[in-house]
């Protein structure tokens, strides 16, 4: 549905899941495809996003990845 209808509240809450759930069930969330869902709502103007974005690159003076490249081997 995400990447069908561009839609960021899903590429968001997929995000989300894929992250805290896995996290309280013991399942490690730092992964690529974590982190191309995190992006992909950034890229699509998903506020919640664009914080969690500010907060994790550009404050810490990153640069800011295509989500994209998170796919690529």
């Not at 990447?3 to 899941?17: L, Q």
């Not at 896995?22 to 950034?42: C, F, Q, R």
């Not at 103007?45 to 919640?48: F, G, R």
């Not at 914080?51 to 550009?58: G, L, Q, R, W």
């Given at each position: ?19 805290f ?23 699509t103007?998903?506020?919640?996003a ?24």
């Open positions: 549905m995400a990447s069908k209808h561009d839609y960021n509240k899903a590429y968001f809450d997929t995000y989300y899941f894929l992250k759930l896995n996290h309280d069930n013991g399942i490690d969330t730092d992964t690529s495809v974590t982190t191309y869902y995190l992006l992909k709502a950034y890229e103007n998903n506020k919640n664009k914080e969690i974005v500010k907060e994790t690159y550009t404050e810490n003076g990153l640069k800011i990845p295509n989500s994209t490249s998170f796919l690529q081997k």
